[in-house]
């Protein structure tokens, strides 16, 4: 993986729980709308994992 990717995954990560913090939503309250795992959002927000464009649109419109 390149720097470029890492970096992307970690500003994606970073804004996603920005927003969700600036939206009074928890971790948890997030995965059960998207019908993800806690476990899952939590390596996205700590920039171990960038998810596939269907994800990022299903965290969209929760």
Known sequence: MS????????I???KLKQLRQ???IQLN???DR???SVSY???IEKG???PKAD????????
């Open 3 to 10: 720097i470029n990717n890492e970096k992307v995954k970690l």
């Open 12 to 14: 994606f990560g970073l």
């Open 22 to 24: 600036d939206k009074g």
């Open 29 to 31: 309250e997030l995965a």
């Open 34 to 36: 998207g019908r993800f």
């Open 41 to 43: 959002l939590n390596e």
């Open 48 to 50: 171990k994992k960038y």
């Open 55 to 62: 994800k990022i649109f299903a965290l969209a419109r929760r």
